[in-house]
């Protein structure tokens, strides 16, 4: 079994239960191939840890356990606190830290069994579309390539994660998604994710960005993986995260193979940039936006009508305030970050600065060494939109737009049971492209706003490739708590198709 490391969670645990290989071995085969750290994707390793949870899981197995995660390897996004891996949130604020505690849904992966291979690369504090903005190791910050073209981005924030997983360093990897970073990143990379329902999975010990947006999620390579996964780390978590919801914990392997047949799958006119095919809809003015590549689109157009062939029936719907998305989020985030971040001040945990006068400068000084670039630029807004005097025009009015943004969501979802389309407007970008114009990656995210505004479920699965050869991402989106619909449709769509086996190149 040379290819061990090209099987996915499902295939790996079958392997597992019926004694063909031991999780040991499984981690001793994955750890081997992380030597020179490929792609730059994770962050931090300790094969000591990953074989002493690998024993633990062949003890289990031993004794007769049946568990579908037990002995399987994951890594975790490092905005995840580990108790035994550092956290850096991708920031020298935390670069050293060690969490005296487990992230929930670290917790939960662990206890069914899972091994840690090590913690992935992310943007700092989980802020950026391209992996760019990692600041740690401090002396020598790297960003993650993409696996297809390692000249590309492979996406962010969870761009380690969507690299590890496309390569096949790790099966499967945890992410999280505030305004897309679970779905772009594995749309750049061709690889399978998904985003609950805003309060599925518990935000405890996932270093907060924008709290109200926040949530965790699984990157694997199929959606029956991504179920899998989804289905250990969700659950209420009352006594530590307020917000996360009262719905039990649901096994989403269940419904994977149920027929598509009338299923509704409303596609939103806004996001179709050069016009919808008119033969779905012949009554339907084209539209005319610039934007979504036209190598993006034709994949698109692709999947839906290979869904079309698996009994689904298309549905135009609107979603009229799409645009109003981007400048929603890039108020209400930043300004949940702000008051997020002030945690860091040099006081409790993380970095202080060495020399300074007075307790202000203190603060000062330690908090410019310790955040990033872009950190400090959405600090800055959050205090702005925040600060007396422009709360009314720029915060509350977001708030209100937010939630005309969820009522548009809500009326589609009367005459459709999913809606679909792109997830990025373009492939994954060359790395620096963006350098010198943040706004540029604020644009890339138009896609996936809108259902984290909405709080909604949305995933990625990868549906062919566009410009450069590079893959493209069909997004999902459900109404709440329907990510068993959303599985079930990518799930026979990869049942149909062989996108989601494809493999990078020297893979
Ligand atoms: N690209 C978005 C941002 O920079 C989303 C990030 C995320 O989902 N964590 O904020």
Excluded at 64 to 88: C, N, W
Excluded at 126 to 134: I, L, P, Q, R, T
């Amino acid at each position: 079994m040379n290819d061990l490391h090209n099987l996915g969670v499902a295939e790996l645990a079958a392997l597992l239960q019926k004694k063909a290989v031991s999780a040991v071995e499984l981690a001793t085969r994955l750890l081997a191939r992380l030597g020179g750290n490929p792609h730059q994707a994770f962050l931090s390793l300790d094969s000591e840890v990953t074989l002493a949870q690998a024993r633990a899981a062949d003890a289990r197995i031993a004794s007769g356990e049946r568990s579908p995660l037990l002995g399987v390897p994951i890594a975790h996004k490092d905005i995840f606190v580990t108790q035994d891996f550092p956290t850096t949130a991708g920031s020298r604020m935390l670069e050293g830290y060690r969490s005296p505690f487990n992230a929930t849904v670290v917790q939960r992966l662990g206890d069914a069994g899972m091994v840690t291979l090590g913690k992935l690369s992310c943007d700092e504090f989980a802020m950026g579309s391209a992996n760019e903005n990692v600041a740690v190791p401090a002396a020598k910050p790297q960003a993650v390539t993409n696996p297809w073209d390692i000249r590309r981005v492979p996406g962010g924030s969870s761009g380690g994660s969507a690299a590890a997983v496309a390569a096949r360093l790790t099966p499967a990897a945890t992410g999280t998604d505030t305004g897309g970073s679970i779905r772009q990143p594995a749309a750049f990379c061709g690889i399978t994710g998904i985003k609950p329902t805003y309060g599925r999975a518990s935000r405890y010990g996932m270093v907060a960005f924008a709290s109200s947006l926040d949530q965790a999620g699984p990157m694997a390579r199929s959606a029956e993986d991504c179920a899998l996964l989804l289905s250990a780390l969700c659950g209420p978590d009352p006594d530590r995260d307020s917000t996360s919801l009262d719905v039990p914990a649901e096994d989403f392997s269940l419904g994977l193979d149920r027929s598509l047949q009338g299923l509704r799958i409303g596609v939103p006119q806004e996001w179709w940039g050069n016009g919808m095919p008119c033969d779905w809809f012949p009554d339907m003015p084209v539209r005319r936006s610039e934007g979504l590549d036209a190598s993006v689109q034709t994949a698109i157009e692709a999947a839906l009508r290979e869904y079309v062939r698996l009994g689904a029936r298309l549905v135009p719907i609107s979603l009229p305030r799409t645009e109003l998305a981007i400048p929603v989020y890039y108020i209400i985030a930043p300004a949940e970050a702000s008051s997020n971040l002030s945690r860091f001040d040099g006081v409790k945990f993380g970095h202080r600065a060495q020399h300074y006068a007075d307790l202000a400068d203190m603060y000062r000084k330690t908090r410019s060494e310790g955040f990033g670039e872009e950190v400090q630029r959405r600090i800055m807004i959050g205090t702005y939109v925040l600060s007396h005097g422009y709360y009314d025009a720029y915060y509350l009015q977001a708030q209100k737009i937010r939630r005309m943004i969820a009522d548009d969501f809500q009326q589609a979802f009367e005459v459709c049971d999913l809606i679909a389309g792109p997830v990025a407007p373009t492939v994954a970008w060359t790395l620096g492209e963006h350098n010198d114009d943040p706004v540029a990656n604020y644009l890339a995210d138009i896609f996936t706003l809108p259902a984290s505004l909405a709080g909604l479920p949305g995933m990625s699965l990868p549906v062919g490739f566009g410009a450069g050869g590079l893959p493209v991402g069909l997004q999902l989106i459900g109404p709440h708590l329907q990510e068993a619909r959303l599985l079930n449709a990518a799930h026979r769509f990869q049942q149909a198709t062989d996108w989601h086996l494809r493999r990078p190149p020297e893979v």
